[in-house]
């Protein structure tokens, strides 16, 4: 499965960007997709999953409120909705899949997921 991530861009404090996330290949084989990001010097930092078959979700604390995961079936495509952006939200957004059925304290981990797309960046200004 390729995973292609855009959407990124510049936005003011308190600001909205929605990313996207499209799945090309044997996107039938996925089960969790997820979005992480990524400051330098930083570990990647969970940000939300959503499963596949019953879009059941998760989200990071720090997120929650803010932000939405959802998908699109029949375009393969997963969204990250941002809604009221703060500069510390600033980073590389990646969207990440697996086709393992992960339980749910499992889905904040990077290393269960087994493809990445090349990631977006988001820059939140003060």
């Known amino acids: 499965v390729q995973l292609q991530a855009f959407g990124g861009g510049l936005v003011q404090a308190g600001g909205s960007l929605r990313l996207s996330c499209a799945a090309a290949g044997r996107t039938s084989n996925s089960y969790t997709m997820g979005w992480f990001r990524q400051t330098p010097g930083k570990e990647r930092e969970f940000v939300a999953a959503?499963?596949?078959?019953?879009?059941?979700?998760n989200y990071a604390d720090s997120v929650k409120g803010r932000f939405t995961i959802s998908r699109d079936r029949a375009k393969n495509t997963v969204y990250l909705q941002m809604n009221s952006l703060k500069p510390e939200d600033t980073a590389v957004y990646y969207c990440?899949?697996?086709?393992?059925?992960?339980?749910?304290?499992?889905?904040?981990?990077?290393?269960?997921?087994?493809?990445w797309g090349q990631g977006t960046l988001v820059t939140v200004s003060s």
């Open positions: 959503i499963r596949w078959p019953d879009s059941g979700t």
């Open positions: 990440a899949g697996t086709t393992k059925n992960l339980i749910s304290s499992s889905r904040s981990t990077s290393s269960f997921y087994d493809y």
